[in-house]
T-cell receptor, first 112, second 115 residues
Framework: DAMVIQNPRYQVTQFGKPVTLSCSQT?????MYWYQQKSSQAPKLLFH???????NEADTPDNFQSRRPNTSFCFLDIRSPGLGDAAMYLC???????????FGPGTRLTVT | AQTVTQSQPEMSVQEAETVTLSCTYD???????LFWYKQPPSRQMILVIR??????QNATENRFSVNFQKAAKSFSLKISDSQLGDTAMYFC????????????FGTGTRLTIIP
């Protein structure tokens, strides 16, 4: 089945130690999104790629970076995680013009 | 900027009953989509139903239907014959048509179906 895959599902990192979360998709969608979702809150968009074009939200901290080496993969890099970055990170994809996003299962990040 | 408000943080109903989740939104635009997403415990978020603002007819998907009141900017979700598998966080969301397709989510309603 076509899907959005996120690895790892659970990630523990130390304060200040860089961490990378990955997302892959078999849907061949050209738009990919990264959301941060803290406990019992709405997902908050960090950035998205429209094909290779990167779009950063104005309030996304500089600590968060992203890479999209090809259509199928997208990475979220947190350069120096703080305790406040502990959250669920959701990847989503869509086909431009469809207005429907497909979500991965998320990566739960713990910062110790 | 548009906002989405869900005024019911938590709800619970007995299995097989009908439940309605509320959502209001604020926008000055005329062309947009509204969505209800379901996020079960420890599982991925999935789209339940969507409504195009230019359509007057309310969307329906099996046991799920919406009551879309464009003038009132209201978009409620009705779940009929509720099942245990409906237990989840439900998010109302909004996006502009012909925009950047970014979703604006409400704060969610945690729905529990009681056996």
């Amino acid at each position: 089945d076509a899907m959005v895959i996120q690895n790892p599902r659970y990630q523990v990192t130390q304060f200040g130690k860089p961490v990378t979360l990955s997302c892959s998709q078999t849907l061949n969608h050209n738009v990919m999104y990264w959301y941060q979702q803290k406990s019992s809150q709405a997902p908050k968009l960090l950035f998205h790629y429209y094909d290779k074009d990167f779009n950063n939200e104005a309030d996304t901290p500089d600590n968060f970076q992203s890479r999209r080496p090809n259509t199928s993969f997208c990475f979220l890099d947190i350069r120096s995680p703080g305790l406040g970055d502990a959250a669920m990170y959701l990847c989503a994809t869509s086909r431009a013009g469809s207005y429907e996003q497909y979500f991965g299962p998320g990566t739960r990040l713990t910062v110790t | 900027a548009q906002t989405v408000t869900q005024s019911q943080p938590e709800m619970s109903v007995q299995e097989a009953e009908t439940v309605t989740l509320s959502c209001t939104y604020d926008t000055s635009e005329n062309n947009y989509y509204l969505f209800w997403y379901k996020q079960p415990p420890s599982r991925q978020m999935i789209l339940v139903i969507r409504q195009e603002a230019y359509k007057q007819q309310n969307a329906t998907e099996n046991r799920f239907s919406v009551n879309f009141q464009k003038a009132a900017k209201s978009f409620s979700l009705k779940i009929s014959d509720s099942q245990l598998g409906d237990t989840a966080m439900y998010f109302c969301a909004f996006t502009f048509i012909f925009g950047n397709e970014k979703l604006t989510f409400g704060t969610g309603t945690r729905l529990t179906i009681i056996p």
